[in-house]
């Protein structure tokens, strides 16, 4: 069994209890050690149901577990009750979804606006000078794609010093855990059920969670637009994946509800298997794809070699449907995230007032590097900012000390070199006390979360089949961490719980 939660750090005692996550002052309220030791009886049905319903990522520990399937599983990090979220703010980042949806696509559709926003970053940063280098490409062959599939989750946290909601950052391409998220949502209700009464939560307030059914209905309803039955869904993965059976959920729904069959295949495959033929289709190993799915290809180290970029060029040239299209990556990038928020460029893409003023309430402040102003406060003050390059996955920004040293020695090399990052106002969440469950071990700790929010969009021409949000995912992390991956071991999984 597992052993009741242990405090990993002294909790500050001025943290009253309404700071503690979900443990309302209920009537039949145990004890505080009561509690612990019903907290040490849930984590291990927490353990169990997660082991039975697929709620798992590969084991670290196990050398094989990213690259064959079935072995050495362990059960995501996760938090052990959801986490409190107001239903206002709930709302307003749902209502957010399909407006960005549609922002997306009207932007991607803009090659040119896409190229000199991001003409000064591609002097300083290879990685988007390569993306830049397709896009243009596809540009001179006027290519359309007339089907297009956005699969993105828009991440937000609740800023403490302005009482808002405030959005980090939009992922366009392989926005991860649509599988394992709604699986959290399906836990910490079932975990209610059972132990609610005792800690004064109703299981009923936590949202349903279909993001992974409804990324399957994205994908298999691209899959019957594109129109050809025996053609299949092409997920692209990279060749050590941990998180395989997030993915595999998406594949198994797939399946087992449109009857769409998807094959697996690394940039390198792709490279070594795939060609376009005449017409425009691509066949991979054999097999004419309808919709490349990518789970892979927005970092850096997913082009170790000349031939990751030529699969990813060549998937681009055919008529298979790319969630994402290199415009709809592109659309996904810090710097046009800063472009978009600048005055009277949200103006530009929509037209309806009240959709422009609801996404600008939920920027941030962003800025880029040229402004002078803006830097010497971030030198002042680093603490209020963050520092971000042209990257995706976490681990990228820098922070506090780093950051004030970067921008000092970015100031000295003169050149361009600034044009690679943007800086970001810091938002402060506020923090509460969480248990947590992480390799079968619980204990509690303070920690920050980040609510994302699936969106699904599929137009084919002038008719749009789907805008939708799809539920959503709230990542928690330990508030002593700059950045939260939960594949890196800093966050786990959870779920939200409406107030
Ligand atoms: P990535 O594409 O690598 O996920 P993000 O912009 O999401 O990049 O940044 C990674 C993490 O850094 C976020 O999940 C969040 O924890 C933290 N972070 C990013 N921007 C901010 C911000 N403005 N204020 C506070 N934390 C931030
Ligand atoms: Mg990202
Ligand atoms: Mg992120």
């Known amino acids: 069994a597992l052993p009741a939660p242990r405090r990993r750090r002294a909790v500050p005692a001025a943290m009253s209890a309404e700071a503690s996550r979900g443990v309302e002052p209920a009537e039949a309220a145990p004890g505080a050690a009561g509690q612990q030791a019903m907290l040490g009886e ?77 003409s000064r970053t591609k002097l300083v940063d290879e990685f988007t000078a390569r993306l830049l280098e397709i896009h243009e490409k596809m540009m001179a062959l006027s290519k359309k794609e007339d089907i297009r599939l956005g699969l993105h989750r828009s991440d937000y946290m609740l800023d403490s010093e302005t009482n808002s909601l405030l959005q980090i950052e939009l992922n366009t391409i392989s926005s991860s855990f649509p599988g394992l998220g709604s699986l959290v949502s399906e836990l910490h209700r079932t975990l209610l059920n059972q132990y609610g009464k ?39 993965v990279q060749p050590e994946e941990r998180n395989m059976y997030d993915q595999y959920w998406l594949v198994n729904h797939l399946k087992e509800s449109y009857g769409v069959k998807s094959i697996r295949k690394t940039l390198a495959q792709v490279e070594a298997e795939g060609q376009v033929l005449a017409d425009g289709t691509l066949v991979i190993d054999g097999r004419a794809v309808a919709v490349v799915y990518f789970r892979a290809g927005y970092a850096p180290t997913d082009y170790p070699s000349e031939a990751e970029w030529r699969a990813r060029l060549l998937m681009e040239q055919s008529s298979a449907i790319k969630c994402p299209s290199i415009s709809y990556h592109l659309v996904g990038t810090k ?150 991956g939960v594949a890196a071991g800093f966050a786990v999984l959870d779920s939200i719980y409406l107030t």
Not at 45 to 71: E, F, H, I, K, M
Not at 77 to 104: D, G, T
Not at 207 to 236: C, H, I, K
Request: hydrophobic share 40%; glycine share 8%.
């Open 42 to 118: 849930m984590a291990e049905d927490a353990a169990v149901w997660c082991a039975v319903n697929g709620l798992v990522v590969g084991d670290r520990a196990d050398p094989r577990s990213g690259t064959v399937p079935g072995v050495g599983l362990v059960h995501a990090p996760i938090s052990l009750l959801p986490a409190r979220f107001p239903a206002s703010f709930w709302k307003q980042a749902c209502e957010l979804a399909p407006i960005f949806n549609e922002l997306v696509d009207r932007v991607s559709l803009d090659g040119e606006f896409l190229q000199s926003a991001l």
């Open 198 to 236: 005792v800690l004064g939560l109703d299981s009923k307030r936590i949202p349903q969670n279909w993001a992974a059914t409804q990324f399957a209905e994205a994908l298999g309803r691209a899959w019957a637009e594109y129109n050809n039955d025996s053609a299949f869904v092409l997920m692209v």
């Open 335 to 484: 710097k046009i995230q800063q472009e978009l928020a600048k005055p009277n460029v949200l103006e530009r893409f929509l037209d309806n007032e009240e959709d422009i003023a609801k996404l600008r309430r939920s920027f941030a402040g962003l800025w880029s590097l040229d402004n002078e102003e803006i830097v010497k406060s971030a030198i002042e003050k680093p603490d209020l900012f963050v520092l971000k390059p042209q990257r995706e996955g976490g681990g990228n920004n820098i922070y506090g000390r780093d950051l004030r040293d970067t921008l000092i020695k970015l100031q000295k090399e003169q050149g361009e070199s600034l044009a690679a990052y943007i800086l970001m106002q810091r938002i402060f969440p506020k923090s509460s006390l969480t248990p947590l469950v992480r390799g079968g071990d619980c204990f509690e700790d303070l920690t920050i979360s980040e609510l994302g929010i699936y969106g699904a969009y599929l137009r084919n021409k002038d008719k749009v089949i789907l805008n939708n949000q799809c539920g959503y995912l709230m990542r928690t992390k330990v508030s002593s961490s700059n950045e939260g």
